[in-house]
Nanobody, 122 residues
Framework: QVQLVESGGGLVQAGGSLRLSCAAS????????MGWYRQVPGKQRELVAR???????NYADTVKDRFTISRDNAKNTVTLQMNSLKPEDTAHYYC????????????????WGQGTQVTVSS
């Protein structure tokens, strides 16, 4: 099994910054991609940012130029630096990873963390 553990959420005023971190552990051969999604009650979970093992990134248009995703392949961690936060960034943020479990299979297994709350006050 694979576990994703997030940390770093909290309450911040608009214009402030937060840093989210996620560590993956367990039955991992390699991690194809890691990313962050967010969800507010009554809405679908949406992609915030994602990064591949090769360092390619993609961001939601709403967070471009404000958020930066990075990862440490050796430590199986991903970090989301969130700057210039807005009240509309308030959501539960989930870490996501696509994991390859063995050397002799390319099968990708997707995992989710429990999530961490980010609240931005106006």
């Amino acid at each position: 099994q694979v576990q994703l553990v997030e940390s770093g959420g909290g309450l911040v005023q608009a214009g402030g910054s937060l840093r989210l971190s996620c560590a993956a552990s367990g039955s991992i051969f390699s991690i194809n991609y890691m990313g962050w999604y967010r969800q507010v009650p009554g809405k679908q979970r949406e992609l915030v940012a994602r990064i591949t093992s090769g360092g390619n990134t993609n961001y939601a248009d709403t967070v471009k130029d404000r958020f930066t995703i990075s990862r440490d392949n050796a430590k199986n961690t991903v970090t989301l630096q969130m700057n210039s936060l807005k009240p509309e960034d308030t959501a539960h943020y989930y870490c996501n990873a696509g994991v390859r479990k063995t050397y002799n299979s390319d099968a990708n297994f997707q995992y989710w963390g429990q999530g961490t709350q980010v609240t931005v006050s106006s």
